[in-house]
């Protein structure tokens, strides 16, 4: 049975970095029409991608109350939700997106400190 070290830890982490700084990312945010709430999170999440991922990412923001059939089948229960389809995993963010750094963690482009 091997074991891993933190070196290989971190070693494995650096390559995924690097790969995921390749790959193209797949969001979806819903909101729910042009709230305050709703407003803030586009510009968070615009602010962080093109911070991080500038040409690197596809944004799609659907409106939940003009495309509710999209929102279930995403099984959206809140707004604004941001799901990362691509790369793998799929995650999902509630909220405004304010925590820019909970957000690069969870989009896997900064190490979880």
Do not use: W
């Given at each position: 049975?091997?074991?891993?070290?933190?070196?290989?830890?971190?070693?494995?982490?650096?390559?995924?970095?690097?790969?995921?700084?390749?790959e193209?990312?797949?969001?979806?945010?819903?909101?729910?029409?042009?709230?305050?709430?709703?407003?803030?999170?586009?510009?968070?999440?615009?602010?962080?991608?093109?911070?991080?991922?500038?040409?690197?990412?596809?944004?799609?923001?659907?409106?939940?109350?003009?495309?509710?059939?999209?929102a279930?089948?995403?099984?959206?229960?809140?707004?604004?939700?941001?799901?990362?389809?691509?790369?793998?995993?799929?995650?999902?963010?509630?909220?405004?997106?304010?925590?820019?750094?909970?957000?690069?963690?969870?989009?896997?482009?900064?190490?979880?400190?």
């Amino acid at each position: 049975m091997k074991r891993t070290t933190q070196k290989d830890s971190v070693a494995e982490f650096e390559k995924d970095l690097k790969r995921s700084a390749k790959e193209k990312y797949i969001l979806r945010l819903y909101v729910t029409g042009m709230t305050a709430k709703s407003k803030h999170a586009i510009q968070n999440l615009k602010t962080v991608c093109e911070e991080h991922l500038k040409g690197r990412y596809d944004l799609e923001v659907i409106d939940i109350y003009r495309n509710p059939v999209l929102a279930k089948g995403d099984q959206i229960i809140a707004t604004p939700t941001l799901i990362k389809k691509l790369p793998v995993p799929i995650r999902r963010f509630i909220g405004d997106l304010s925590e820019a750094k909970k957000i690069l963690v969870g989009l896997d482009l900064r190490e979880k400190s």
